[in-house]
């Protein structure tokens, strides 16, 4: 029981990890747009909210 809670808190942490590079990504973009958009998603991500959602308004906003 443990062990499936543990990897369970861990794949949560790996999903996050993966949002936050693709965010970081999206940062180092040199069309300002999108890099704009991937800088407001790092802090986003590091301040604790979904990174799902965090993710899907980032790339709404690269592509507006």
């Not at 369970?8 to 970081?24: P, T």
């Not at 300002?32 to 899907?56: Q, S």
């Amino acid at each position: 029981h443990s062990t499936s809670r543990r990897q369970r808190q861990m794949c949560i942490r790996d999903r996050r990890a993966a949002a936050y590079l693709e965010a970081e990504d999206y940062s180092m973009s040199s069309y300002y747009v999108k890099a704009a958009a991937g800088h407001r998603a790092v802090e986003r991500i590091l301040n604790g909210e979904d990174y799902e959602t965090v993710l899907k308004d980032m790339e709404a906003e690269a592509r507006s």
